[in-house]
């Protein structure tokens, strides 16, 4: 399998493309932004945005939350460094640690914000993993969704037009550019985040198994709607330089923000999704499909950034990623199946031309606070079968 020769990315990731040096257009875009962006510019523009905004409405914005290092440095910023009054808005997928929550609850004091949190129905939202993981190898189709239709829808609620979202994706896939200033608006969620699925699809797909008013935390608003709101969903790190690595050290030092351990990431890395105990999962299923974990994307992240050799990246990639994550057997609870049910789900959404090995994995670590996760026996009766259609 062909990986990128400046970082490890291989042809399997989604979205994206290699030249004729063998360089992968995510490293190309890192070229672009260290080398040709002006970010004096960009700061300029996110002041003329700020100006717009600040002080017209009840919130000056909104920021959507979930206590990882990107959303606590993007709220840290607006707050401090942009002096704005925001809307933190949390959606809660069902996964959040007790070392997040703790993070968060300080943040939130040291900062003096009003929080709106929403937690979906456990009935619905594990009918909609189990879809996702049938037709597209991704547990996930309800964080991705609900993080994104349910922050704009409120947004009109409360009749907020600014919305500040962290990194760009151009920091990491090529769905876009740093040549462009990327708006998180209903064609990046069609194109990035719903896995190709919108919420009236899921209506279908599920035959009944949940109502229309059920999914409509999932459903992105009508684009009148946000017309007539005068919308701007925008990436701070459109505006500003992004640099996890400094911004990590920046929310540690004025925030005591904790950092945890993740399966399947190596300790070095404990800034590293910490919000979802379900990440290892998420990981396996990556790797199990496109031949790539987490170490994987961020050994890139350290390479591009001159940080790590590729041969340590290769080290530590051989390490960590492509374990069975304990926490699979939590996983497995959730949803009522066995593990070869999910093996064949996952197997079936492998991208070519990786081929994913079952008999030759090894068990991951388990993690320290694994016996605080939750595990409340919730009966499924009806559950549907693991066939799609079926």
């Given at each position: 399998?062909?990986?990128?020769?400046?970082?490890?990315?291989?042809?399997?990731?989604?979205?994206?493309?290699?030249?004729?040096?063998?360089?992968?257009?995510?490293?190309?875009?890192?070229?672009?932004?260290?080398?040709?962006?002006?970010?004096?510019?960009?700061?300029?523009?996110?002041?003329?945005?700020?100006?717009?905004?600040?002080?017209?409405?009840?919130?000056?914005?909104?920021?959507?939350?979930?206590?990882?290092?990107?959303?606590?440095?993007?709220?840290?910023?607006?707050?401090?460094?942009?002096?704005?009054?925001?809307?933190v808005v949390r959606f809660d997928h069902g996964f959040y640690r007790e070392t997040l929550e703790e993070n968060n609850k300080r943040t939130f004091k040291m900062l003096g914000v009003d929080v709106v949190q929403f937690t979906p129905s456990w009935h619905v939202v594990r009918e909609l993993m189990l879809e996702s993981l049938k037709r597209r190898g991704d547990f996930c189709w309800h964080c991705h969704t609900g993080i994104y239709a349910h922050t704009m829808q409120i947004a009109i609620r409360y009749e907020i037009p600014l919305l500040f979202w962290g990194e760009s994706l151009?920091?990491?896939?090529?769905?876009?550019?740093?040549?462009?200033?990327?708006?998180?608006?209903?064609?990046?969620?069609?194109?990035?985040?719903?896995?190709?699925?919108?919420?009236?699809?899921?209506?279908e797909f599920l035959g009944g198994r949940v109502t229309k008013r059920d999914l409509y935390p999932f459903a992105y608003p009508?684009?009148?709607?946000?017309?007539?709101?005068?919308?701007?969903?925008?990436c701070l790190g459109s505006y500003i330089k992004w640099d996890t690595k400094k911004q990590v050290e920046i929310i540690k030092k004025e925030l005591d923000w904790q950092g945890d351990r993740v399966e399947g990431i190596p300790p070095q890395f404990d800034y590293e999704k910490i919000e979802c105990h379900m990440q290892?999962?998420?990981?396996?299923?990556?790797?199990?499909?496109?031949?790539?974990g987490r170490?994987?994307?961020?050994?890139?992240?350290?390479?591009?950034?001159?940080?790590?050799?590729?041969?340590?990246?290769?080290?530590?990639?051989?390490?960590?990623?492509?374990?069975?994550?304990?926490?699979?057997?939590?996983?497995?609870?959730?949803?009522?199946?066995?593990?070869?049910?999910?093996?064949e789900a996952a197997m079936s959404h492998q991208v070519d031309p990786h081929r994913f090995q079952p008999n030759q994995v090894e068990d991951g670590e388990r993690m320290p606070d694994m016996d605080s996760w939750d595990r409340t026996t919730v009966p499924w009766p009806d559950r549907p079968s693991m066939k799609i259609g079926g």
């Amino acid at each position: 399998m062909k990986s990128c020769a400046q970082c490890l990315l291989p042809e399997t990731a989604e979205a994206t493309t290699f030249d004729d040096t063998g360089t992968c257009s995510v490293c190309r875009q890192i070229e672009f932004k260290e080398e040709k962006v002006d970010w004096v510019d960009r700061a300029s523009q996110l002041d003329v945005l700020v100006a717009q905004y600040k002080d017209t409405g009840l919130y000056d914005c909104i920021v959507p939350f979930s206590g990882g290092k990107d959303s606590t440095y993007q709220l840290w910023y607006i707050v401090t460094q942009l002096k704005m009054k925001p809307l933190v808005v949390r959606f809660d997928h069902g996964f959040y640690r007790e070392t997040l929550e703790e993070n968060n609850k300080r943040t939130f004091k040291m900062l003096g914000v009003d929080v709106v949190q929403f937690t979906p129905s456990w009935h619905v939202v594990r009918e909609l993993m189990l879809e996702s993981l049938k037709r597209r190898g991704d547990f996930c189709w309800h964080c991705h969704t609900g993080i994104y239709a349910h922050t704009m829808q409120i947004a009109i609620r409360y009749e907020i037009p600014l919305l500040f979202w962290g990194e760009s994706l151009a920091e990491y896939q090529s769905f876009y550019s740093y040549e462009e200033m990327e708006e998180v608006d209903e064609k990046r969620f069609n194109r990035a985040m719903n896995l190709g699925m919108t919420a009236d699809d899921m209506f279908e797909f599920l035959g009944g198994r949940v109502t229309k008013r059920d999914l409509y935390p999932f459903a992105y608003p009508p684009r009148k709607e946000l017309q007539k709101l005068g919308c701007r969903s925008v990436c701070l790190g459109s505006y500003i330089k992004w640099d996890t690595k400094k911004q990590v050290e920046i929310i540690k030092k004025e925030l005591d923000w904790q950092g945890d351990r993740v399966e399947g990431i190596p300790p070095q890395f404990d800034y590293e999704k910490i919000e979802c105990h379900m990440q290892g999962i998420r990981d396996y299923l990556k790797y199990i499909k496109r031949g790539m974990g987490r170490t994987n994307h961020l050994a890139n992240i350290e390479i591009r950034n001159g940080r790590m050799t590729r041969e340590e990246g290769e080290r530590l990639e051989r390490e960590y990623d492509g374990k069975r994550p304990p926490s699979l057997d939590i996983f497995l609870e959730y949803l009522h199946m066995t593990e070869k049910e999910f093996l064949e789900a996952a197997m079936s959404h492998q991208v070519d031309p990786h081929r994913f090995q079952p008999n030759q994995v090894e068990d991951g670590e388990r993690m320290p606070d694994m016996d605080s996760w939750d595990r409340t026996t919730v009966p499924w009766p009806d559950r549907p079968s693991m066939k799609i259609g079926g």
